[in-house]
């Protein structure tokens, strides 16, 4: 990074203090309300409206609940960035004063707890408040930010309907997609590379028969 590169990196993220205890609500609020995989129509709305709030133009709707700001500032690349919404059917148990206690109804028409077990509820989070910072510090950068919160992600659906919604006809074809993920770290680490990164899952279901014996004399 060069000093003018430093620079306007310092620019962007001066306010950034004084947004975090706001961050800090949004983000316990996000957590206290999980949605399931393409049901996400509340955490939708509350980044829908803290982009158009920031000054951003808001698409709703893409893929059914999946959420678009746009943001020009001049000539410039455009930089689409990520994040993912949905939480999974598990039930919270951490005791935190904002856990979540929410059910929901999956598509089997089961009741079944939800809860932000996989750091969506952060995404999300972090997401409005670099969207905020790039709207608020338009001196130090040129280009366009494209901001796009992804329904579905645990399901392996969410970026496909996008795209299929129009994600890249309807709105600029980013030079650049930066889709982040919290992991397992010291805190205030950044990890990356250029590509895939953590994107494939097999499951395999094996069923044994016999007779049931300990497991040292099989």
């Known amino acids: 990074m060069d000093r003018d590169e430093a620079s306007a990196t310092a620019s962007v993220l001066a306010p950034l203090k004084a947004l975090l205890p706001r961050l800090e609500s949004l983000y316990k609020d996000i957590h206290a309300h999980p949605e399931l995989s393409m049901q996400e129509t509340r955490t939708a709305g509350v980044a829908a409206d803290q982009l158009r709030a920031a000054g951003f133009d808001v698409t709703t709707g893409i893929g059914k609940t999946g959420v678009v700001g746009l943001l020009r500032n001049g000539d410039g690349p455009t930089v689409m960035l990520r994040a993912d919404m949905d939480a999974l059917p598990v039930k919270e148990a951490t005791g935190l004063p904002y856990a979540s206690s929410v059910t929901a109804t999956d598509r089997e028409g089961k009741t079944v707890p939800v809860m932000h077990a996989c750091g969506h509820d952060i995404h999300v989070t972090w997401l409005i408040g670099a969207a905020t910072l790039f709207a608020q510090q338009r001196d130090a950068w040129q280009g366009t930010v494209l901001a796009v919160f992804q329904p579905a992600e645990e399901t392996a659906e969410g970026a496909q309907a996008m795209i ?9 074809q980013p030079d650049v997609v930066l889709g982040q993920h919290v992991m397992v770290g010291p805190a205030g680490a950044l990890g990356s590379r250029s590509g895939v990164v953590t994107s494939a899952a097999d ?13 040292s004399m099989p």
């Open 203 to 215: 499951s395999l279901q094996i069923t044994l028969f016999g007779r049931g014996a300990h497991g």
């Open 164 to 172: 299929d919604d129009g994600l890249f006809t309807r709105f600029p």
